[in-house]
């Protein structure tokens, strides 16, 4: 099992949409199967996926956004958002992330 570590970001959405037991099992999905949900194609290794909300389903849910790496790093919570709020990424979400996961990829391989 994975460690997962929260940006500030995913805290203040997460802190804002979701229930402590919602947020708790959301962290244990993360952590037990890291390299769940989808590829974002471009984005270096950053997933996606839908998590349900209370009473709405994964349709009406939630879109969560991590990067998992090798082992040797823990899993990172990025980004959550309402589909109802945020269809998509924005394609400047999108390169900022994409620049995130590359440091994210070198600083990983200065470890080893």
Same mark, same amino acid.
């Given at each position: 099992m994975y460690s997962v570590i929260e940006t500030p970001i995913f805290t203040k959405s997460a802190d804002a949409l979701l229930t402590i037991e @919602? !947020? =708790?099992e959301l962290i244990r999905v993360l952590a037990a199967n890291p390299r769940s949900g989808d590829l974002i194609p471009g984005l270096g290794g950053i997933r996606k996926m839908r998590f349900g909300a209370s009473g709405r389903g994964k349709r009406g849910g939630y879109r969560v956004i991590w990067y998992v790496g090798s082992e040797r790093i823990p899993v990172l919570a990025l980004l959550i958002y309402g589909k109802n709020d945020q269809v998509d990424l924005t394609p400047d979400q999108k390169k900022a992330l =994409? =620049?995130?996961a590359e440091r994210l990829k070198r600083m990983d391989? @200065? !470890?080893t």
């Open positions: @919602e !947020r =708790a =994409a =620049a995130m391989k @200065e !470890r």
